[in-house]
T-cell receptor, first 114, second 110 residues
């Protein structure tokens, strides 16, 4: 049982490049979320999904797109990378309204935009 | 709306106790607590549901007062392994995602 798998673990991008951060879970969780973590800012919600085909914006959605074609996968796309998007990105999943059984986090992707 | 955590940082010696608080300006029906060690992912500790219940994890317990819209995490007889950043999280309005506080960094030394 792998849990939540994020790839890549590290990435360096040039300003203006695009890329996709991958997130997959094998627990059949309906709820999935993307967060970014910056020093002193905590975990800020970017986008989330409540099932295949259903996504919504979180606190800081600008510059990011998501889609959810299957229960397992929830990729995060950076359309045109900017230095302000340098951060650590976490994907998390849960089931039950309100994440009643707790969220499981992936190991994170450390992204640097130069 | 982001919950507010206090204090921002706590420094302890092994065996000492600490309390971390989490408050919200909106009505809550649940509060989550997570711990993140340096360079790792956050790990779920416990969830507190409406009803004022208390829960425990190792020697870590928590309470939830929905009338005051706040929760407290109690760490007793702290161990070196308790060091890390503690986050509280509250569900968004639809209960479909968590909004986290900025975190409280706990440092335990011998």
């Amino acid at each position: 049982n792998a849990g939540v798998t994020q790839t890549p673990k590290f990435q360096v991008l040039k300003t203006g490049q695009s890329m996709t951060l991958q997130c997959a879970q094998d627990m059949n969780h309906e709820y999935m979320s993307w967060y970014r973590q910056d020093p002193g800012m905590g975990l800020r919600l970017i986008h989330y999904s409540v099932g295949a085909g259903i996504t919504d914006q979180g606190e800081v959605p600008n510059g990011y797109n998501v889609s959810r074609s299957t229960t397992e996968d929830f990729p995060l796309r950076l359309l045109s990378a900017a230095p302000s998007q340098t951060s650590v990105y976490f994907c998390a999943s849960s089931y039950g309204r309100g994440g009643s059984y707790g969220y499981t986090f992936g190991s994170g992707t450390r992204l640097t935009v130069v | 709306q982001q919950p507010v955590q206090s204090p921002q940082a706590v420094i302890l010696r092994e065996g000492e106790d600490a309390v971390i608080n989490c408050s919200s300006s909106k009505a809550l029906y649940s509060v989550h607590w997570y711990r993140q060690k340096h360079g790792e992912a956050p790990v779920f500790l416990m969830i507190l549901l409406k009803g004022g219940e208390q829960k425990g994890h190792e020697k870590i317990s928590a309470s939830f007062n929905e009338k005051k819209q706040q929760s407290s995490l109690y760490l007793t007889a702290s161990q070196l392994s308790y060091s890390g950043t503690y986050f509280c999280g509250t569900p968004n309005q639809a209960g479909t995602a968590l909004i986290f506080g900025k975190g409280t960094t706990l440092s335990v030394s011998s």
